[in-house]
Structure formats: C-alpha cells, structure tokens
C-alpha cells in the first residue's frame, strides 16, 4: 500500500520519515521528510492576587497568577467593563495597570496560550480603596479667616460619607462624619490656629487628605477670606 498508521504519537514531538520503494531490480528512497506533532493546549491559569471581590485594594495594584503548564505566553484582559478587554501580553506571571481611579470596580481574566491552543482563567474583579479627598477651602495656611467658616473640599469617587477632623491641635480630633462636601464648625477663637482633614470612607478603611491650616483674624482686626 501507499500508507502507514505509526499509531498514537508524543505531543510537540519532531518525527522523520522516508519511504523506500523496492522490486526485483533494486530500491530508491524519497526524500527525508519531518513534521512536529501539535503541542496540547496550557492550562488555565490560576489567579491570585487582587482576591476576588477584594477592596480597598491599593489604586497601584499589581495582578498576578501562577505559571500555566505549556504556556508561550499570556493575554491580560482588565477593564472597568465585564467581560473586560484586552489590556497586554505577557510571557510573565504579573502585570501592572498603573494608576487606577478610587472607588472602582475593576475586572480582570488571564489567557494562557500557546501553538497548540488557549486556556482562560476564571472572571475576577475588585474595587479600588476610595480617592482621598482635595481640600478647597479655606486654603491651607491662610490667615484672617472667619470666624465662622465653611470648610470644603472635593468629592471622592466611591466615597459614602466624610470623616471631617478639625480642631486647634496639629492631629486634629474627629469632629463630625457627613455625606456632603462641606462642615460648618461653628464659631471660632479670634487669633487661633486651626488644623483640618478630612477621610473619605466607603465600605473599607477610607482615605485621607493632607492636613491644612488656617487662622482666624485677632479681635481687632478684620476678616480678610
């Protein structure tokens, strides 16, 4: 005949073959020929770090999962959306988004694949810690402010209410929780030194702003801010 069956074969294994026809007369034989048996597909990649459903997780992560058996390289999808897209490949074991915003939810799979095929892990998301707030007003370091001021600052992606520290100490006291961007402390001390922050909470251990200060005009002078 004009076939062999060898039977099963090694995966991603270099075989040579050559056929050589004979009769009475003598023999010739074809050309030396070779091909390489396909390489099975890796397996799935196990992710491991941010957890899933993890927060607070830090707005610099790094994504990381462990080596696939076979596997060339790797396809990071991570996004916002789900299911997310594509965001790099790698022949490595982690990547790094950069800098995410606070207070997201963030989604992310990882493709081993090589010539033989693909395998995909498992969907997993997390949620960045909160943003810290940006203080506005009163600036920091200014002086003859009210005596009743309003201090304010600029809402926080994800952020559920405000820790609002105030008082005339340099590591203010907490003074009031809120929902909203502003607090009233009431009336203040003429020619006192005031210090304020403010940590933006959500559902994990929240984020603070820097700390500012103000002073409040003496008894015989004007407001000025």
Same mark, same amino acid.
């Given at each position: 005949?004009?076939?062999?069956?060898?039977?099963?074969?090694?995966?991603?294994?270099?075989?040579?073959?050559?056929?050589?026809?004979?009769?009475?007369?003598?023999?010739? /034989?074809?050309?030396?020929?070779?091909?390489?048996?396909?390489?099975?597909?890796?397996?799935?990649?196990?992710?491991?770090?941010?957890?899933? !459903?993890?927060?607070?997780? %830090?707005?610099?992560?790094?994504?990381?999962?462990?080596?696939? /058996?076979?596997? %060339? =390289?790797?396809?990071?999808?991570?996004?916002? =959306? =789900?299911?997310?897209?594509?965001?790099?490949?790698?022949? !490595?074991?982690?990547?790094?988004? !950069?800098?995410?915003?606070?207070?997201?939810?963030?989604?992310?799979?990882?493709?081993?694949?090589?010539?033989?095929?693909?395998?995909? /892990? #498992?969907?997993?998301?997390?949620?960045?810690?909160?943003?810290?707030?940006?203080?506005?007003?009163?600036?920091?370091?200014?002086?003859?402010?009210?005596? *009743?001021?309003? +201090?304010?600052?600029?809402?926080?992606?994800?952020? *559920? =209410?405000?820790?609002?520290?105030? !008082?005339?100490?340099?590591?203010?006291? +907490?003074?009031?929780?809120?929902?909203?961007?502003?607090?009233?402390?009431?009336?203040? /001390?003429?020619? #006192?030194?005031?210090?304020?922050?403010?940590?933006?909470?959500?559902?994990?251990?929240?984020?603070?702003?820097?700390?500012?200060?103000? *002073?409040?005009?003496?008894?015989?002078?004007?407001?000025?801010?």
């Amino acid at each position: 005949g004009t076939t062999y069956s060898p039977g099963a074969l090694i995966a991603g294994t270099v075989y040579y073959w050559r056929v050589v026809a004979k009769n009475a007369g003598g023999s010739n /034989s074809s050309a030396t020929w070779s091909f390489m048996t396909q390489v099975p597909p890796p397996a799935a990649p196990v992710l491991n770090s941010p957890a899933n !459903g993890a927060v607070d997780v %830090a707005q610099t992560p790094t994504l990381s999962w462990n080596a696939s /058996s076979g596997a %060339a =390289s790797y396809a990071v999808y991570f996004g916002t =959306s =789900s299911p997310p897209p594509l965001a790099t490949s790698t022949t !490595g074991t982690s990547y790094a988004p !950069g800098a995410l915003a606070g207070g997201t939810v963030y989604y992310w799979q990882v493709v081993a694949t090589n010539p033989g095929g693909s395998n995909g /892990s #498992a969907d997993w998301s997390f949620t960045t810690q909160v943003a810290a707030p940006a203080l506005v007003s009163p600036a920091n370091g200014a002086i003859g402010v009210f005596l *009743t001021p309003a +201090l304010t600052w600029s809402a926080s992606t994800g952020a *559920t =209410s405000y820790d609002v520290y105030f !008082g005339t100490q340099a590591a203010p006291p +907490l003074a009031t929780n809120t929902a909203g961007t502003s607090y009233s402390p009431g009336t203040l /001390s003429a020619g #006192a030194l005031y210090f304020w922050k403010v940590v933006a909470k959500d559902s994990g251990s929240g984020s603070a702003s820097a700390t500012w200060s103000f *002073t409040t005009p003496g008894a015989d002078r004007k407001s000025v801010v």
